[in-house]
């Protein structure tokens, strides 16, 4: 019992840690698929970001201002222009043209570091957001950092060349901050992360209420389980206690009558009595006996004795059985002929257990042997088991009824109690054997058992 409480109890940790770790999976999952999501979000945000400044730097560079020669008053329209992309988007960092190497026009739009302008190593200017990005032949991408005292600006400029009216190259430069990246991945982001959270705590809810199903149906079925073997209990108890009554009561009255007979006889004085009161002075010994016997078997099938399963001649135990009934079968003048084939069969087996069964077979044999009849007793060797058979040559046994002659309190015998077949069949089932009866030659019934031999019985694990 307390193994199987210890059994249900790793299975309830089992499953509990089954379904944890099915939860644990999902949310690792869905942090996984988070975090692709953010990394996509991020490089079409990216993505956005360059198409913005490409197309910024396009329109600054296509603007008068810069394809003709005019004067330095005439790049007023031009900020005022670079003042309103600020206006829409304060991103942007600064605008710059040159020509010919020579600063032209500068518009530090948002608040201007007081420090100097610095390029990335080239292993930070190239990213796969930035270098997978389809760019025009004519627009040169860099990215750079604006060092002030207090921190770091770090910028994305793009450069796009222009031919002026009088030949001369003039370059436009439009520096976008990188944070805007991550004002444009925002919104997706803080979205999809909430969805996370949001499906994080609803596999939580989920699975935790799936480990208190599980645990309650697991609780419920072990209560169930509990009632049921209790109701068997009661049950067998009650067939126990029939059963004790039933066999009790022909022998006891034989006893009592035999009794009352016997006094009737002591005070009797006729001639014969002295005979008269022997013979029922035996047959209430024989009553006794009986009530002995009865008792004896339920007290074997209510509380089995433990014992350790030890190698054991089977042959010496099946002498040794019929020694014990050797008086029984003098009585009805049975006679047994032993064909021991193979004396000293080791088996693996519980002794006292075994031996009670074996004896409960042969004397089931003995009780339906008609009076002069004669009882087969063979053993031998099959395999890696040891076949014992015992063969009576009385009625026999329908084949209907031959599964069900090993169940409790099932007997074709007036006055039987349906419990030496049972106990037999226990006993020998304990020790990892099988027994089966079939029809003997010339009629009578025939039973076989098989036991398994000392030295094979990892083979053939003792049923209980």
Same mark, same amino acid.
């Given at each position: 019992? /307390?193994?199987? /409480?210890?059994?249900?109890?790793?299975?309830?940790?089992?499953?509990?840690?089954?379904?944890?770790?099915?939860?644990?999976?999902?949310?690792?999952?869905?942090?996984?698929?988070?975090?692709?999501?953010?990394?996509?979000?991020?490089?079409?945000?990216?993505?956005?970001?360059?198409?913005?400044?490409?197309?910024?730097?396009?329109?600054?560079? $296509?603007?008068?201002?810069?394809?003709?020669?005019?004067?330095? &008053?005439?790049?007023?329209?031009?900020?005022?222009?670079?003042?309103?992309?600020?206006?829409?988007?304060?991103?942007?960092?600064?605008?710059?043209?040159?020509?010919? *190497?020579?600063?032209?026009?500068?518009?530090? @739009?948002?608040?201007?570091?007081?420090?100097?302008?610095?390029?990335?190593?080239?292993? #930070?200017?190239?990213?796969?957001?930035?270098?997978?990005?389809?760019?025009?032949?004519?627009?040169?991408?860099?990215?750079?950092?604006?060092?002030?005292?207090?921190?770091?600006?770090?910028?994305?400029?793009?450069?796009?060349?222009? @031919?002026?009216?009088?030949?001369?190259?003039?370059?436009?430069?439009?520096?976008?901050?990188?944070?805007?990246?991550?004002?444009?991945?925002?919104?997706?982001?803080?979205?999809?992360?909430?969805?996370?959270?949001?499906?994080?705590?609803?596999?939580?809810?989920?699975?935790?209420?799936?480990?208190?199903?599980?645990?309650?149906?697991?609780?419920?079925?072990?209560?169930?389980? /509990?009632?049921?073997?209790?109701?068997?209990?009661?049950?067998?108890? $009650?067939?126990?206690?029939?059963?004790?009554?039933?066999?009790?009561?022909?022998?006891?009255?034989?006893?009592?009558?035999?009794?009352?007979?016997?006094?009737?006889?002591?005070?009797?004085?006729?001639? $014969?009595?002295?005979?008269?009161?022997?013979?029922?002075?035996?047959?209430?010994?024989?009553?006794?006996?009986?009530?002995?016997?009865?008792?004896?078997?339920?007290?074997?099938?209510?509380?089995?004795?433990?014992?350790?399963?030890?190698?054991?001649?089977?042959?010496?135990?099946?002498? =040794?059985?019929? /020694? %014990?009934?050797?008086?029984?079968?003098?009585?009805?003048?049975?006679?047994?002929?032993?064909?021991? %084939?193979? =004396?000293?069969?080791?088996?693996?087996?519980?002794?006292?257990?075994?031996?009670?069964?074996?004896?409960?077979?042969?004397?089931?044999?003995?009780?339906?042997?008609?009076?002069? $009849?004669?009882?087969?007793?063979?053993?031998?060797? #099959?395999?890696?088991?040891?076949?014992?058979?015992?063969?009576?040559?009385?009625?026999?046994?329908?084949?209907? #009824?031959?599964?069900?002659?090993?169940?409790?309190?099932?007997?074709?015998?007036?006055?039987? &109690?349906?419990?030496?077949?049972?106990?037999?069949?226990?006993?020998?089932?304990?020790?990892?054997?099988?027994?089966?009866?079939?029809?003997?030659? *010339?009629?009578?019934?025939?039973?076989?058992?098989?036991?398994?031999?000392? *030295?094979?019985?990892?083979?053939?694990?003792?049923?209980?």
């Amino acid at each position: 019992m /307390k193994d199987s /409480k210890q059994h249900e109890v790793d299975l309830r940790r089992l499953l509990a840690v089954l379904i944890l770790g099915i939860a644990l999976t999902a949310g690792l999952s869905l942090w996984v698929l988070l975090r692709l999501h953010h990394r996509q979000v991020h490089t079409a945000a990216t993505r956005n970001v360059l198409q913005l400044g490409v197309a910024m730097d396009a329109y600054l560079a $296509g603007q008068t201002e810069v394809v003709s020669n005019r004067t330095v &008053t005439s790049w007023e329209h031009f900020s005022a222009l670079v003042q309103s992309f600020y206006t829409v988007e304060q991103g942007l960092q600064y605008v710059a043209v040159t020509e010919n *190497g020579v600063s032209v026009f500068h518009r530090q @739009v948002a608040p201007h570091p007081s420090g100097e302008t610095v390029q990335l190593p080239a292993r #930070e200017r190239s990213g796969p957001e930035w270098s997978s990005a389809p760019l025009p032949r004519n627009v040169r991408l860099r990215l750079k950092v604006l060092r002030t005292g207090d921190h770091d600006i770090p910028v994305v400029t793009f450069t796009k060349d222009v @031919v002026s009216v009088n030949g001369s190259v003039k370059s436009v430069e439009v520096a976008l901050r990188r944070e805007i990246v991550d004002r444009e991945a925002a919104g997706p982001v803080a979205a999809t992360t909430a969805m996370f959270e949001v499906a994080v705590v609803t596999v939580a809810v989920a699975f935790g209420f799936c480990i208190i199903l599980v645990l309650w149906v697991m609780r419920r079925e072990e209560a169930y389980e /509990k009632r049921r073997q209790k109701e068997e209990h009661l049950a067998f108890a $009650g067939s126990m206690a029939g059963g004790v009554v039933h066999d009790f009561r022909n022998p006891l009255s034989s006893l009592k009558l035999d009794v009352q007979m016997l006094r009737e006889e002591a005070d009797s004085e006729a001639a $014969g009595s002295r005979e008269t009161i022997k013979e029922l002075a035996t047959r209430a010994t024989h009553a006794a006996e009986r009530m002995e016997e009865v008792l004896q078997q339920f007290l074997s099938l209510s509380s089995p004795q433990e014992e350790e399963q030890q190698a054991m001649d089977l042959g010496v135990c099946v002498k =040794d059985c019929l /020694k %014990m009934i050797e008086t029984r079968l003098a009585r009805q003048k049975v006679t047994v002929d032993a064909r021991m %084939m193979e =004396d000293h069969l080791q088996v693996s087996a519980y002794a006292t257990s075994l031996r009670r069964g074996l004896l409960n077979v042969l004397m089931n044999a003995e009780q339906h042997s008609p009076q002069g $009849g004669r009882i087969v007793v063979s053993l031998r060797r #099959e395999e890696e088991m040891a076949l014992l058979e015992v063969a009576d040559c009385g009625p026999g046994i329908p084949a209907g #009824e031959r599964d069900h002659v090993f169940e409790k309190f099932v007997t074709t015998r007036p006055g039987g &109690t349906g419990l030496g077949l049972f106990l037999a069949r226990t006993a020998i089932e304990k020790c990892g054997g099988t027994i089966d009866v079939t029809e003997a030659e *010339g009629g009578g019934a025939c039973f076989s058992m098989r036991l398994p031999l000392a *030295g094979v019985t990892a083979s053939h694990a003792p049923r209980t």
